[in-house]
């Protein structure tokens, strides 16, 4: 069954230090999104993107954070220069279609901890 | 203030037992996710609703618009069912179109 994959499982990384979290989409899915999980806390929508742009994005996606589709697999979260607030889970996730009443399809999630 | 409000919080069952846990948003949707997060992290959607009920396997979600309310009801629990359940609502904000997540309801089902 075609699924979302995320690396690294883990990142570990200086305050201040720039990381790129990478995810696959399934591979006829259009739209992408990343979504974060502090600790104990909700999942927090981040960004949608779709045809090479952002559609959608939170407070939370200030200008530190960027994202990008290098090619035609990966789909990127950047974090220019993290701090210790950006620990958390990050997913990202994948759908078919647009707009929120389409199944999103999940990647099993990369714990980022700045330390 | 929460838009989407999950209860209970936490749940503890017997295996066979039958469960039900509630959704409640504050704000107009378009559709409402029930998600599944493993102990490991991992989150796998159940359903998308957007009226009525759907059945899959031993899962069962209902939503009543009119109410603003949802639930998911698992028959024969199972301890493998033991997880949490997120609800998410899918939120129009003017050309915004995002999903809003409850807190979980953390269930465990005891042998």
């Known amino acids: 069954e075609p699924e979302v994959t995320q690396t690294p499982s883990h990142q570990v990384t200086q305050m201040g230090q720039e990381v790129i979290l990478r995810c696959v989409p399934i591979s006829n899915h259009l739209y992408f999104y990343w979504y974060r999980q502090i600790l104990g806390q909700k999942v927090e929508f981040l960004v949608s993107f779709y045809n090479n742009e952002i559609s959608e994005k939170s407070e939370i996606f200030d200008d530190q954070f960027s994202v990008e589709r290098p090619d035609g697999s990966n789909f990127t979260l950047k974090i220019r220069s993290t701090k210790l607030e950006d620990s958390a889970m990050y997913f990202c996730a994948s759908s078919v279609d647009r707009g929120i009443k389409n199944i999103q399809y999940f990647g099993a999630g990369t714990r980022l901890s700045v330390l | 203030k929460n838009e989407v409000e999950q209860s209970p919080q936490n749940l503890t069952a017997q295996e066979g037992e039958f469960i039900t846990i509630n959704c409640s948003y504050s704000v107009g949707i378009s559709a409402l996710h029930w998600l599944q997060q493993h102990p490991g992290g991992g989150i796998v959607s159940l359903f998308m609703l957007s009226s009525g009920k759907k059945k899959h396997g031993r899962l069962i979600a209902t939503i009543n618009i009119q109410e603003k309310h949802s639930s998911l009801h698992i028959t024969a629990s199972h301890p493998r069912d033991s997880a949490v359940y997120i609800c998410?609502?899918?939120?129009?904000?003017?050309?915004?179109?995002?999903?809003?997540f409850g807190s979980g309801t953390q269930l465990t089902v005891l042998p």
């Open positions: 998410a609502a899918g939120v129009s904000k003017g050309s915004a179109r995002q999903l809003t």
